[in-house]
């Protein structure tokens, strides 16, 4: 009976046990050493019943015989000192060593708890402190979880606000929008203004230039250039008077006024007349202006107009003709100019 108590307060115990440690890892030991307890247990009853069988048998033989008391004493220190006797001290000493093994089946079992209960509480500290360094992490999350929530709520304030702005910029686009269409108008109509005046100052295009020799009179050969010296306007900057040429800047419709004075010196009439001629890119327009003086010291002028289409590029000037060596050509009476007309 103390046996079967010891292990019923056995499986309590480790009920209890179990309750903290791994399950599958003691119920491991348990299971093989209760397999060990349980044979033995059994071999005792066994043994238990062979000596209740035989301690019957015995009992009965006494009881079949009719004994006196003499004879009984006989029988019973027969039976005590013979081999009944040295069974049961056999069966005695059987029924002690297997106690004593499960004795020692139970002790280690403990041994083997403890020492395994031991080693499952170490990790079971660190576990308490990994704990607590996770609520000390939990505690931080929930002031930044607190913190995030107040910025969330600003930014939704914010963000309210920057909504009844954008509606108040939409509300604005919409009066430009309404607008834009008669500003595009100006505009357009602008910028044609803007066109039609630069084109207007692009082709702004007139000069007007005189001869001014040395002295009164200027002697020039046949077919030579007359370079007019004195500008009056080159608007343009067509003119150039180095070489006493006219280069067109902007095609178009183009007049060319010109006027040519002459003096006569002498009563000779031979080649006494001043002749200019108009020329276009080298080759004569069949424009003169003839200045042709009847006595001695005479002094006439003449003159020409010439219009016509001109293409940019296109070079005019004024040259004396090749009827005579040389020509008597007067001073400031002597006029080259031009416009473009359109």
């Known amino acids: ?103 020692n089946l139970v002790e280690s079992i403990s041994v083997d708890i403890s020492g395994r209960i031991a080693a499952v509480k170490t990790p079971s500290d660190d576990l308490d402190s990994r704990i607590a ?59 044609s203004s803007i066109t039609s005046l630069v084109s207007a100052a692009e082709r702004r295009v007139s000069f007007s230039v005189q001869n001014r020799p040395r002295g009164n009179l200027a002697i020039l050969k046949g077919e030579t250039t007359v370079k007019f010296n004195h500008v009056f306007y080159n608007d343009g900057s067509g003119y150039d008077k180095t070489t006493g040429i006219f ?5 178009g419709v183009y007049q060319f006024i010109f006027f040519v004075e002459g003096w006569q010196s002498k009563d000779e009439f031979i080649c006494q007349a001043a002749i200019l001629m108009l020329y276009v890119d080298g080759s004569s327009a069949e424009t003169v202006a003839i200045a042709d003086p009847r006595h001695k010291n005479q002094i006439i002028q003449a003159g020409n107009t010439y219009i016509n289409y001109f293409s940019k590029g296109q070079e005019v000037k004024l040259s004396t003709a090749d009827y005579c060596d040389e020509y ?14 359109y």
Request: contains cysteine.
């Open 1 to 103: 009976m103390i046996l079967v108590w010891r292990y019923l307060c056995f499986i309590i115990f480790l009920q209890s046990v179990s309750c903290n440690t791994d399950n599958d890892i003691i119920l491991d030991v348990i299971s093989s050493r209760l397999d060990h307890i349980s044979i033995s247990l059994a071999r005792i009853a066994r043994k238990q019943r062979v000596m209740e069988t035989r301690i019957d048998s015995i009992t009965d033989n006494m009881k079949g015989r009719d004994l006196t008391d003499g004879k009984k004493e006989d029988v019973v220190s027969d039976y005590s000192d013979g081999a009944a006797k040295e069974e049961l001290l056999i069966m005695k000493r059987a029924i002690s060593s297997e106690k004593e093994y499960v004795r």
């Open 133 to 191: 360094a996770v609520e000390a992490t939990s505690d931080d999350l929930d002031s930044r979880i607190t913190a995030v929530g107040d910025k969330i709520a600003a930014v939704k304030a914010t963000s309210s606000n920057l909504g009844n702005r954008i509606q108040s910029m939409e509300k604005g686009m919409n009066t430009v929008k309404a607008t834009s269409g008669g500003l595009r108008t100006r505009v357009d109509s602008m910028e």
């Open 247 to 251: 280069t067109v800047p902007v095609s």
């Open 328 to 341: 008597s050509i007067f001073d400031f009476g002597t006029t080259f100019s031009g416009v473009l007309l």
